[in-house]
């Protein structure tokens, strides 16, 4: 019964924040989401660094993908202990690796990359896991199982993806295809359920010229997706199917990732694949080697034991710095800046 109420709680969650993100999103009210003010003393004005709703809403799915992952893993019997350090190697691994590899493949230094730095954590996930198990042993206590800890990790993973194109829709990043270039079948399956993006600041309209236009909605396909991959990936790991959900929410977030840059209108770089595309192929077999290099054997998950794992103050604190992380990290517009108009209000005092 716990097990249903989880997985029903999770549904109802994600659908109703998605139903939220889709339909407000794309305005231009949801890409700044405070001003921090400062004086320029040169100019003798007022400017602004600009908190966006990205930095917010990246945060946030971090947040839901590492208290998913924390629950499936605590499930298992794992130490809290394991826990927080295998996460905390994990960020320190990935957040720098969204820069990196956004500057190598686009040549940008203002930018992110989730793909690239999704890249990079799967291919070192199995290898911290093997590493603490090694190295930490009386952090750890008993041994981390490879692929039930790598499963529980690629659920999280797509939870907080798929809540993570919430991000996208609100910056106007990782767009779709205009609709009037596109052919007349895609036209058709997308006449009524598409974006129009608005807001001169968002990516859309200065990278592409896309504002006010009708465009494929890479983001909320994404997002659809990656949610119920993880709801269904969560139902095999409950039931003791560690392999299979590892592989199916492996499987099916980078082959979306490598198909779905075919629907979008923003630069991914030359050639006929992007770089972006490449990882993921390379991902696909590199997820299937990995349960065929490690056995997949643990006793059946307990929720309940999960649950309990997630409500301590170690854990808490470690999902806050990590949402902190993550906006310190994406919050601060680089690209957009503002300019601020201060006066007092004479019928007030």
Known sequence: MINMLFLLGLALGCGLLLYWGFRHLPDRQWQVWATLPAYNRSSESWQGTNLTWYGVLTASANLAALAVMFCLLGSLGISRGAMVALACLLLAGCLPAARWVARLVEGKRHTFTVGGAVFVGFVLAPWIVVGLNAWLPDLVGRPLPVVPTLA????????????????????GCCYGKPLRNCGSLTGKIFRRCHFVFNGETKKIAYASGLEGEQVVPVQALTAVLYCVTGLVSTALFLSGYYGSAFLL???????????????????????????????????????A?????????????????????????????????????MFLLFGRSEVTGASLFFFVRHDRI
Not at 257 to 278: C, K, P, W
């Open 152 to 171: 529980a990790l690629a659920v999280g993973y797509a939870f907080g993806e798929g809540i993570g194109r919430l991000a996208c829709i609100s910056y």
């Open 249 to 287: 929410a492996s499987l099916v977030t980078q082959g979306w990732r490598v198909f779905s840059e075919t629907l979008r209108a923003d630069h991914r770089g030359g050639g006929n694949l992007s770089a972006y595309q490449i990882m993921g192929l390379l991902l696909l077999p590199y997820a």
């Open 289 to 325: 080697w990995l349960t065929i290099q490690f056995p997949a054997v643990a006793a059946l998950p307990d929720l309940s034991v999960g649950l309990a794992a997630l409500w301590h103050p170690a854990v808490l604190l470690a999902l806050q710095a990590g949402w902190l992380a």
